[in-house]
């Protein structure tokens, strides 16, 4: 018995032997750069609303960052609600998203702080070119109950594709219902085969929509990435509730003690710096033929936030 | 049609050209994965001969549960890798959350009791007649032990080369903990996911020819060993 338990032990001590074997030589493959840069290279963490990755805007912002402050900036694309899950566990170091309602809740909540309104944009409605429903020009409230009265009549012409997974895009859809007059747990949800609950991020909506030719509501920068590969058109483009604000928050480092606050105010203060905004507003002219995002600079009576969330540098 | 046609021509420029971009998530994808087979390969192989050489009360509940969790979903370990890691969870003081090391983690505890299962079967698997000749010869028990396992090397290679097979085509895992960020945490499956949500079917095609160029050459390599 006695034997078998030294033999265990040996096993064991050659096992964690290989183990470390293993993964000393694979880790110093997988990580080069930290090691032989002298100067340390700061890594900032950003969970980031899927508009601003699928578009290409975040890669294009972070490239002169990294140059200018010597640091590497990660991005995790996930949906508003997601983005905000991580900031309220202190996973990331700063997140943008686009839902004042719940940025509202986390600021309150002291999860996040220094919020700075970078840029907007509208969403807009897209369906098919055929048009069953026949929303073309109607108000977005107007065209969303035309959506569902025609999707319950008739599910396999008229049907609408949701994000349906917590982002800022669906927390705006929601709102959009509840401005129509509807319940969306008791009159959307689960009320027939006309709505489609994606559950993935905005690119991916688009695809699922334009392979049902159906409705859904996408940001007007990811639909114009996206136009090319797609055959939706923007049936719905009018009106006050389709603006579409997205903001940057750092997590509150007090709350957080892990955080990289100091690198995340500098990734806010370049972002609101009129060089960043100017990159904004010029983004995707080339390619699509018009602005995918407006720059916040300027724009704070159109978006209805304070001058100084657009404006103020954070110190 | 013709989308794949212009997929697979823009694939094969993918790898041919040697794509950095490409290049560099098929090498995370393996030194991630590879890690993983390491350290469950170190962990299964005495665990899985302890089970099998030694009787306790348990013992056939045990093996009954390791053979349950050869089908182990892949979101689950990432869910429960996740909850551990996050800066609130218990080993959340660790940093790990978003980073390689974190879907290394996650692969070794997929793969750990595939492997150990396998590694028991192939123990199980030596002729009667082979152990007893051993133990007539005189082997001490550590003797006997390396003997067996020498015995069995061919099906525990085999038992290894499913543990690996299982870690490098896992998305759900390495997606939950790894976050699929662009240049440190994207490997072969996870830019397949979004390469594919984004419409970039060259990219997608070209990751997935080699995600199975790589389990093509493993399994040449185990069947060359076994034919040895």
Redesign the interface.
Same mark, same amino acid.
């Given at each position: 018995m006695k034997?078998?338990i030294l033999?265990?032990l040996?096993?064991?001590m050659v096992?964690?032997a290989?183990?470390a074997?293993?993964?000393g030589s694979?880790?110093g493959?997988?990580?080069p750069t930290p090691t032989t840069t002298p100067a340390e290279t700061r890594t900032l963490?950003i969970a980031t609303t899927t508009s601003l990755y699928?578009t290409g805007l975040l890669?294009a912002l972070k490239a002169p960052f990294e140059q200018e402050y010597n640091a590497k900036v990660?991005?995790?694309?996930a949906g508003t609600g997601t983005a905000l899950g991580y900031g309220e566990? %202190?996973?990331v170091d700063v997140m943008m998203v686009h839902d004042r309602v719940r940025e509202d809740a986390f600021l309150a909540d002291g999860h996040g702080i220094d919020r700075r309104v970078i840029a907007y944009n509208f969403f807009v409605i897209v369906g098919p070119e055929s048009d069953p429903a026949g929303i073309k020009n109607m108000t977005p409230e107007e065209a969303f109950a035309t959506i569902r009265e025609k999707g319950l009549a008739d599910p396999a012409d008229v049907k609408f594709v949701s994000r349906g997974d917590n982002s800022g895009t669906h927390a705006k859809e929601k709102v959009i219902w509840k401005t129509a007059g509807f319940n969306y747990t008791t009159d959307i949800t689960n009320s027939g085969e006309w709505y489609i609950e994606a559950g993935?991020?905005m %690119?991916?909506t688009l695809?699922i929509a334009d392979e049902k030719s159906a409705y859904t509501l996408s940001d007007i920068g990811t639909y114009l990435a996206?136009k090319d590969?797609i055959t939706l058109v923007p049936l719905v483009s009018e009106g006050d509730i389709l603006l579409n604000v997205y903001s940057v928050m750092r997590i509150n480092p007090e709350k957080?003690p892990?955080v990289n606050s100091s690198l995340a105010k500098d990734w806010i203060n370049y972002l609101i710096s009129p060089l960043t905004q100017k990159t904004i507003e010029e983004f995707g002219v080339d390619t699509y033929g018009e602005p995918l995002f407006f720059p916040a600079a300027g724009n704070w009576e159109t978006m209805g936030v304070n001058r100084s969330e657009v404006e103020d540098p954070v110190v | 049609m013709g989308y794949i046609i212009d997929g697979l021509r823009e694939a094969f420029h993918l790898i041919v050209s040697l794509d950095p971009d490409v290049m560099e998530i098929t090498?995370?994808s393996l030194?991630?994965s590879?890690?993983a087979t390491?350290?469950a390969?170190?962990?299964a192989?005495?665990v899985g001969?302890?089970v099998k050489?030694?009787d306790f009360p348990g013992k056939k509940v045990l093996i009954n549960l390791i053979q349950t969790l050869y089908s182990l979903p892949t979101v689950i370990v990432g869910l429960l890798v996740f909850l551990l890691i996050?800066?609130?969870g218990s080993l959340g003081f660790t940093?790990l959350?978003?980073t390689?090391?974190a879907m290394?983690l996650a692969q070794t505890i997929l793969i750990l009791p595939i492997m150990t299962g396998l590694t028991i079967s192939a123990l199980s698997g030596v002729d009667e007649t082979i152990r007893d000749t051993i133990v007539s010869l005189g082997a001490?028990?550590?003797q006997f032990?390396t003997s067996i396992v020498r015995e069995a090397r061919f099906a525990i290679f085999a038992a290894v080369a499913v543990g690996f097979g299982r870690a490098i085509s896992e998305v759900g895992a390495a997606i939950l903990v790894g976050?699929?960020?662009?240049?440190?945490t994207r490997v072969l499956t996870t830019a397949i996911s979004?390469n594919t949500?984004?419409?970039e079917i060259g990219t997608s095609i070209a990751l997935g020819i080699l995600l199975l160029a790589i389990a093509l050459v493993v399994n040449t390599g185990v069947s060359l060993f076994q034919q040895r």
């Open positions: 034997k078998s033999m265990l040996a096993v064991v096992a964690a290989i183990a074997g293993c993964t694979s880790g493959e997988a990580t963490l699928d890669d990660d991005i995790i694309s566990n %202190g996973d993935t991020g %690119g991916a695809l996206y590969k957080h892990g | 090498a995370l030194v991630v590879l890690t390491c350290v390969t170190a962990i192989l005495p001969t302890a050489f030694t996050t800066r609130h940093g959350l978003f390689p090391q290394i001490t028990r550590l032990l976050g699929n960020i662009a240049h440190r979004l949500s984004q419409w």
